[in-house]
């Protein structure tokens, strides 16, 4: 959850400070100004305020008290050049949320950031559930696991809601090792414990990745992940969607198309199809659209994008498109030994190479769950972001 600041300065030294301080803990600056630009009323769209204090401006204590007691107005926060003894107390007194000196530790304003963050995703009301996005792989290797990760690092990375990636390629439960996870928990401590999955007990299921990003492995043993259940599935999801600051649910879907995985696709609010560009994976993601149909899922909002992308390949875009009956939303670019590197590593590549073309695709994938236009063209379609990907028109 992104948290936004305004920040109000004496000097435009300090203000340049002041932003590098907000920006190294992930918060935003909305607003950078010079103390006499100080808004009368509160403004809206803003978590907190951060302003350079000064002793000898009684007009700004009078503003930040008269601030501090407005229950719309963003909490404040004072950075004093010089630190005093008095500044705690100065704080407190002027009704001020928290005090900084030079040089502030980011430790501590981290842990300020920390403490907006959770008071903001307490306060997330009951119709902004997270939003859940099932990848399923139209066939064995085709990259659903390692797209529905960066996708979901990618997602925590943006800090609008937490995530919560849930792993459900119950044969193979591979997910755990693109983190190198050694999760003491996982799915299958649901299928134990189902009358206690109330929320308290679901997060203790979680193992954390960095700030935003929780996950729910699926069980080592195959014996133990056959007695999951859609009804268990079922249970997570409602009990997650439940959970306070979570804006996404990402599962991931593995490849095989069971009673498990359907419950997942039909309680899904998108669905990504992930295929290879070949000819047998694009025929089974043909079957797999026209299962959806039978099954009465043909509204559900479902992408197809291409993972191992060539820009040699032998057919073009609009053959494939035309070959499985429906537009290609995207395409991922091939890399095996950047691909491979991270999977081996456990380390998403989303994480430690933001500015590969790879995770430059992946960030258009998830600009596209988010609702955005990769094309800029109004329609959804990549198509004209994928033109530059052709060997010819």
């Known amino acids: 959850m992104a948290i936004k600041f305004n920040i109000y300065y004496r000097s435009p030294e300090n203000g340049q400070y002041l932003r590098q301080v907000v920006q190294s803990s992930g918060a935003a600056t909305l607003k950078a100004s010079p103390l006499d630009g100080l808004p009368p009323a509160s403004e809206n769209g803003v978590d907190a305020i951060l302003l350079e204090y000064r002793d000898d401006q009684p007009e700004l ?66 119709d902004q559930a997270p939003r859940i996005v099932t990848f399923l792989g139209a066939k064995g290797g085709a990259g659903a696991t390692f797209l529905a990760i960066n996708a979901a690092c990618l997602l925590a990375r943006d800090r609008q809601g937490q995530v919560l990636l849930l792993d459900l390629d119950l044969q193979y439960s591979q997910l755990a090792y693109f983190f190198d996870l050694q999760a003491k928990l996982t799915l299958g401590d649901v299928v134990h414990h189902p009358e206690e999955l109330d929320g308290a007990y679901l997060q203790n299921l979680f193992s954390s990745h960095g700030q935003n990003l929780y996950i729910l492995p699926a069980p080592s043993r195959l014996e133990e992940s056959e007695g999951v259940t859609p009804d268990h599935v079922e249970k997570v999801l409602a009990g997650a969607k439940k959970l306070p600051g979570f804006g996404w649910i990402v599962i991931d879907g593995g490849h095989r198309f069971d009673e498990v995985t359907l419950k997942a696709v039909e309680l899904s609010d998108e669905l990504v199809l992930v295929a290879t560009p070949s000819i047998p994976a694009l025929s089974n993601a043909r079957k797999l659209l026209e299962l959806l149909r039978l099954l009465g899922l043909e509204k559900l909002p479902t992408k197809l994008w291409l993972n191992a992308w060539q820009k040699d390949q032998d057919l073009k875009l609009e053959e494939l498109a035309e070959f499985v009956g429906r537009d290609i939303s995207g395409i991922v670019r091939f890399d095996y030994q950047q691909v491979v590197r991270s999977i081996n590593e456990g380390r998403p590549l989303a994480e430690t190479a933001p500015r590969h073309p790879v995770c430059q695709d992946l960030k258009t994938l998830v600009a596209g769950l988010q609702g955005a236009d990769p094309a800029g063209n109004g329609n959804g379609l990549a198509w004209g972001w994928l033109k530059r990907f052709r060997g010819k028109k």
């Open 61 to 126: 204590d009078r503003w930040i008290e008269q601030h501090s007691v407005d229950p719309k107005s963003p909490p404040i926060f004072l950075f004093f050049p010089e630190i005093a003894d008095a500044c705690p107390w100065k704080t407190l007194r002027l009704g001020a949320r928290g005090c900084f000196g030079y040089p502030v530790k980011p430790e501590e304003f981290q842990q300020a950031v920390n403490r907006l963050r959770a008071r903001a995703a307490s306060l997330l009301s009951p």
